[in-house]
């Protein structure tokens, strides 16, 4: 009987899946465009996502200072940096 114990015991061991803990689980945000650039004089390439195209154009180039923009195309990514709020202010 003991075997049939330790037989039944791995198998509900392997069968179990790994389920996040409820207060560690958040969603990744999606972005809905990514952006392309490259710098040849420093040889950096990158890519970003973000929820416009702006954002997904200012995370590329924060990448890569003093890069190019090479295309910005409709794409599901996650979101790994947040984006930032640009709030403009008039001077005076």
């Known amino acids: ?3 049939w114990n330790l037989v039944f015991g791995l198998a ?11 207060d560690l689980y958040r969603p990744v945000p999606m972005g809905r465009f990514i952006a ?3 710098d040849l004089g420093h040889f950096c ?3 970003a996502c973000g929820r416009d195209q702006i954002a997904a154009a200012e995370g ?6 003093g890069a190019v923009v090479m295309t ?9 940096i947040p984006p ?7 001077r005076g």
Do not use: N, Y
Request: with cysteine; net charge positive; charged share 15%.
């Open 1 to 3: 009987m003991t075997r």
């Open 12 to 22: 509900a061991l392997f069968a179990a899946s790994p389920v996040p803990a409820a």
């Open 36 to 38: 392309t650039c490259e």
């Open 45 to 47: 390439f990158a890519q």
């Open 60 to 65: 590329c180039r924060a990448q890569c200072r």
């Open 72 to 80: 910005v195309r409709p794409a599901a990514c996650p979101v790994t």
């Open 84 to 90: 930032a709020d640009i709030i403009l202010r008039s």
